[in-house]
C-alpha cells in the first residue's frame, strides 16, 4: 500500500503530521503501508517553482493513494493564475482523472451543539454525499463572454454524456451498499434536459443494484431538505455543481469544519484524500488545529481504497472515543471538556487505537 502523503500550506504540515503517526502506529501493528512526502501548493511554488512540480507528479501517479493537508494563503494570492495553490490541486485531480468526490457529513452525538441547527435535527446525523468532479457546466464548451447584439453575455455549457453519469452512478451505488442502502439522485429534471438524462441514466444503472433503495429530489427541494430533515438520507449523487453546493451546505449542518474528511477517486480505486477546510492561515504554526479531519480522511483511503475496513473503523472508532473522553481542540472546544492542542489530540487518538 503505497502512500503518497502532501502536507501542503498552512495548518496541512500540522494536520497531516497527526493523520502519519496514526497511520505509523496502524503499520507497528502490521498493516503493511509505504509512505513518501512530496511538495504541492504554495511550498511547492516556493522550493520547486510550480504548484505541482514533476518530482510530485511522478510520486503521485506512482502511489496507490495520496493523502493531502490542504493548500493555499493571502502571501500566494498575487500570484499569475498558473503558479497559484489551487492550480497545483486541480492539476494533480486532473492527471490522477479523480472523477468522484466522496464527502461524508457526519455530526458526532458529543458535538451537536456545535450546529447551528437544532440538536434534535442534526445529533447522529451521518450522511454521504457523492459528487461527479470532472464535468458538467464547470467543464462544458463552449464558455466565455463574448458580445452579442451590443451587450456582453456569459456562456457556460451544462453536458453529461452517458457514460459520465453511468460511472458516477456506479460509484454512488457501491458506497451505499457498504452503508444503508438507500440512495438518493439529485437532478433538476423538470427544467434541464441534461439532468433528465442524469435521471435516466441512474434509473437504468439501478438494475444492477436490486438491493439498493433509489430514489430522486430535485436540487431545490434537496437544499431544503437537508436543512429540514438532513436525517432522512444516506447517500445522496448529484453532478459537479450541485454537488458542490448542497456537500457544503452538508457539511455546514456539523458545524465543525475541523471534522470532515473527504474523498476523490478514479475510476480504479485510487484515491486523493482531504480534509474539507482549507490551509486555516489564521492559525497556521499555533499548533492548535484540529488534526481529527485529516485522521478521518486517512480511514477512508483505508476503506475505499485499500479496503482494510477494521483498520478503518478502528481509527473511526478510536475518534469516537477520544470525544467521548471530552477531548476537544479549540474549533469545538466547549466549557467542561478538555482543550487540547494538534499534538495532544493526535497523542489522544493513538492511545485510543
Ligand atoms: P479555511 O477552511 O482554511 O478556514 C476557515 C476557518 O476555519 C478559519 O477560521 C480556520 O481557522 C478554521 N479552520 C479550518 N480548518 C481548521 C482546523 N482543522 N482546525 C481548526 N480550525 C480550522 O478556509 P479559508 O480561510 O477560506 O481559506 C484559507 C486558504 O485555504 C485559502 O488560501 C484557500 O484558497 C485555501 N483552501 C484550500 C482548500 C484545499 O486545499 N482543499 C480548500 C479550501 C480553501
Known amino acids: 500500500m503505497k502512500i503518497c502523503v502532501l502536507p501542503g500550506d498552512g495548518i496541512g504540515p500540522e494536520i497531516v503530521g497527526q493523520a502519519v503517526r496514526v497511520l505509523e502506529a496502524l503499520r507497528s501493528d502490521g498493516l503493511k503501508l509505504e509512505m513518501e512526502t512530496a511538495l504541492l501548493g504554495g511550498c511547492a511554488v516556493d522550493q520547486a517553482g510550480e504548484p505541482y512540480p514533476e518530482a510530485t507528479r511522478r510520486l503521485a501517479r506512482e ?46 452525538p ?33 464558455r466565455g463572454i463574448e458580445t452579442r447584439d451590443g451587450q456582453r453575455v456569459g456562456i457556460n455549457t451544462m453536458i453529461y454524456s452517458e457514460a459520465e453519469i453511468r460511472r458516477i452512478a456506479c460509484v454512488a451505488f457501491g458506497a451505499a451498499r457498504k452503508r444503508s442502502r438507500r440512495l438518493c439522485s439529485v437532478d433538476k429534471m423538470n427544467v434541464l434536459e441534461c439532468t433528465q438524462l442524469w435521471r435516466d441514466v441512474v434509473t437504468d444503472v439501478a438494475r444492477d443494484y436490486p438491493d439498493v433503495e433509489l430514489s430522486h429530489m430535485l436540487v431545490d427541494n434537496a437544499a431544503m431538505q437537508l436543512v429540514r430533515n438532513p436525517k432522512q438520507f444516506d447517500v445522496m449523487v448529484t453532478g459537479n455543481m450541485f454537488g458542490d453546493i448542497l456537500s457544503d451546505e452538508a457539511s455546514m449542518l456539523t458545524g465543525s469544519i475541523g471534522m470532515l474528511p473527504s474523498a476523490s477517486l478514479d475510476d480504479k480505486g485510487k484515491g486523493l484524500y482531504e480534509p474539507i477546510h482549507g490551509s486555516a492561515p489564521d492559525i497556521a504554526g499555533k499548533g492548535v488545529a484540529n488534526p481529527l479531519a485529516t485522521i478521518l480522511s486517512a480511514a477512508m483511503m483505508l476503506r475505499y481504497t485499500f479496503s482494510q475496513e477494521t483498520a478503518a473503523a478502528r481509527i473511526e472508532g478510536a475518534v469516537k472515543k477520544v470525544l467521548g473522553q471530552g477531548y476537544r481542540t479549540a474549533d469545538i472546544y466547549e466549557a467542561g471538556t478538555k482543550k487540547v492542542g494538534t499534538k495532544e489530540m493526535g497523542d489522544a487518538v493513538i492511545a485510543a487505537l
Open 63 to 108: 502511489a496507490d493513494a495520496v493523502l493531502l493537508g490542504a493548500v493555499g494563503g493571502p502571501q500566494y494570492d498575487t500570484l499569475p493564475r498558473e503558479k497559484r495553490p489551487e492550480r497545483g490541486l486541480l492539476g494533480i485531480r486532473k492527471d490522477l482523472g479523480l472523477f468522484a468526490n466522496l464527502r461524508p457529513a457526519m455530526l458526532y
Open 110 to 142: 458529543e458535538l451537536a451543539n456545535a450546529s447551528s441547527l437544532k440538536p434534535e435535527i442534526v445529533a447522529g446525523l451521518d450522511i454521504l454525499i457523492v459528487r461527479e468532479l470532472t464535468g458538467d457546466i464547470y467543464f462544458g464548451e463552449p
